[in-house]
């Protein structure tokens, strides 16, 4: 009910020329310097400002910040993944953690992220057997059928040639069964970096 008195009330104000029906917006709704963090952090959340009289965001009062624990940022060659850990943020940091949390800067999270992904893909030993691969194919590899015989021949089974040629378009199945014959490939490379 108070949902449909607001919709009401603005719509009132609409047609009593009090503002326009669409408000556009002059300035995004953080400061320049918390750009990269608003973008980079998945807990940002904006909040009514009663000053702006408008949604805005503050990420240097949510669970992450801009500046490093001592209120500072981060020194120049400081370990991230020390100062996530230190914060209370990592993988495996709490609700209460992240609240109380050291401010981090947000290129610093996304790192940290991507380490953690990675090692997350190699197991806990190091080495699970579980590789990552990925790979992507042009279909103007494969335009020109007639002179690619022998590249098909090679590398595509009979059964496999049949199928991508009676495909509504050839080429296309002909590149994609391709790229996931290479990245078959690349994930058993990554997987077994031992061997060659």
Request: aromatic share 8%; glycine share 10%; with cysteine.
């Amino acid at each position: 009910a108070k949902r449909e008195r607001t919709a009401f009330r603005y719509m009132q104000d609409v047609f009593a020329g009090k503002h326009p029906l669409v408000q556009v917006k002059n300035e995004p709704p953080y400061a320049a310097d918390d750009e990269e963090a608003v973008y980079l952090n998945p807990s940002a959340r904006a909040q009514f400002s009663a000053a702006h009289g408008t949604w805005r965001f503050s990420p240097r009062a949510g669970p992450f910040s801009l500046a490093g624990a001592d209120g500072g940022a981060l020194s120049e060659g400081a370990n991230p993944a020390a100062a996530v850990d230190a914060a209370g943020v990592g993988a495996r940091g709490t609700d209460s953690q992240r609240a109380a949390s050291a401010r981090i800067p947000a290129k610093t999270r996304l790192e940290v992220t991507l380490e953690e992904g990675a090692a997350g893909l190699k197991g806990r030993d190091g080495n699970a057997g579980r590789g990552l691969g990925v790979d992507v194919e042009s279909t103007d590899t494969f335009a020109d059928l007639g002179a690619k015989q022998e590249f098909l021949n090679r590398n595509f089974t009979a059964e496999e040639r049949r199928l991508c040629l009676a495909a509504a378009d050839p080429s296309a199945s002909f590149a994609g069964r391709w790229a996931a014959k290479e990245a078959v490939v690349k994930a058993m490379s990554s997987a077994a970096t031992q061997t060659r």
